[in-house]
């Protein structure tokens, strides 16, 4: 049985994999050569688990991983395919060779071979049960990848789409926990926020004597909303290190998401792209869905905004009536108790959440449990 330490780094070894893939491109060769890198590294990640495995030191040459492994009796596969692999790295990384597409391409087919066989013959597993989901820690993105995994499998690419933009749904409420003080908020162009002073009948009638019409001026209003939204959500993904050029092909293909009253992402509202069709409902699509929101769900995960605001509040009190304190139970921040009025208590931390409700709620300490407090219900004191 591979250990879990030996585990993560085989899937380490498939996320570099994956990202040579995703860099393969007929067009360009630099970006061709880039993932001959990705291709090779994923490769020598793979061959220290094997050397780990089966208690060898680790070679200095490429090509004695062979060796080794034939001394212990655990032959390995593909040894012409991948040293031609080591070549083409040492000639675009020496000197500057930039291989063709279909010898990048036959390097790919020939790491599936390896993998495949490697894993099966020496690790005892199946290299294709291996996903790079696992590296993902937020659960919600995580079942919603497998699942659009499994469907782009079943060759239910449709489906697998739709679960790909549920996933990055979530992805963003992630980074909108953590980033929230950092991104752009959204904006809102409500006509009649606009003009307070003026009811609807008479918007109307005052529009109508400057020749406009008042239902043509508010769907103006509303148009500049929806596209200052997608303006906004277009910065805030490159603000987070997404590929904004990635973003724009998956916000085509996708369709439109929303949150319902539980704080659930569901499939619906808004209008589609047009190239939101059966079509483009591939499994390369499909693919491409999956794996931009593993990229960007992982630079979420990774860069969490850990900064100190020192003008946060540092002592607060409940009020008078008393507040619901809220801890989280699996993946939710769901109500758990109730403390009294009066009380004074140390922030620990501050931070915005959506769900229960939208708002900022303090981290404190109650009878030796971290619990959260919604600002509303609190007098800051200091």
């Known amino acids: 049985m591979i250990s879990a330490n030996l585990l993560k780094r085989l899937t380490y070894a498939k996320y570099i994999f994956e990202q040579g893939k995703n860099s393969l491109n007929n067009k360009s060769p630099l970006f061709n050569s880039m993932s001959v890198l990705f291709f090779h590294d994923a490769a020598e990640l793979f061959l220290s688990v094997i050397a780990d495995l089966l208690s060898f030191k680790k070679p200095k040459e490429f090509k004695d991983y062979w060796k080794e492994a034939e001394k212990k009796g655990k032959p390995l596969p593909n040894y012409n395919e991948l040293n031609a692999l080591n070549k083409i790295r040492v000639d675009f990384k020496h000197h500057g060779i930039t291989p063709s597409y279909d010898e990048c391409l036959a390097c790919e087919n020939a790491l599936v071979s390896f993998f495949t066989e490697a894993s099966k013959d020496i690790l005892g597993l199946d290299f294709s049960t291996i996903t790079v989901t696992d590296l993902i820690e937020d659960i919600n993105i995580k079942e919603h990848i497998k699942t659009a995994e499994k469907f782009k499998d079943e060759g239910e690419y449709y489906q697998s789409i739709c679960e790909s933009a549920i996933a990055f749904n979530y992805a963003e409420k992630v980074a909108g926990d953590s980033w929230h003080s950092f991104l752009i908020g959204k904006s809102y162009w409500d006509i009649k926020k606009i003009v307070p002073s003026l009811n609807y009948s008479r918007s109307i009638s005052t529009f109508r004597e400057l ?59 808004g209008i589609m792209s ?44 409940i009020k008078n009536e008393g507040a619901a304190f809220f801890q989280f139970i699996g993946n939710e921040l769901k109500e758990a108790g109730h403390v009294s009025g009066g009380k004074e208590y140390r922030v620990l931390n501050i931070a915005y959440y959506r769900i229960p409700k939208p708002g900022f709620f303090y981290e404190i300490l109650n009878q030796e449990e971290k619990v959260k407090i919604s600002a509303s219900d609190v007098e800051v004191l200091e």
């Not at 500049?224 to 993904?237: A, C, F, G, H, K």
């Not at 050029?245 to 704080?263: A, I, M, Q, S, V």
């Not at 079509?279 to 630079?299: P, Q, S």
């Open 274 to 317: 047009i190239y939101h069709n059966k079509v483009n409902f591939n499994h390369k699509n499909a693919l491409f869905c999956v794996h931009f929101v593993i990229d960007t769900a992982m630079k979420i995960e990774q860069n969490p905004l850990d900064l100190v605001n020192i003008n946060s509040p540092k002592l607060i009190k």
């Open 211 to 269: 020749g406009g019409n008042f239902k043509n001026i508010e769907k103006s209003f509303k148009e500049v909303q929806s596209v200052s939204e997608e303006l906004i959500r277009n910065i805030n993904t490159i603000l987070l290190g997404a590929d904004i050029f990635k973003f724009k092909r998956f916000n085509l293909l996708t369709p439109r998401t929303y949150t319902d009253g539980k704080g659930v992402v569901r499939i619906g509202g």
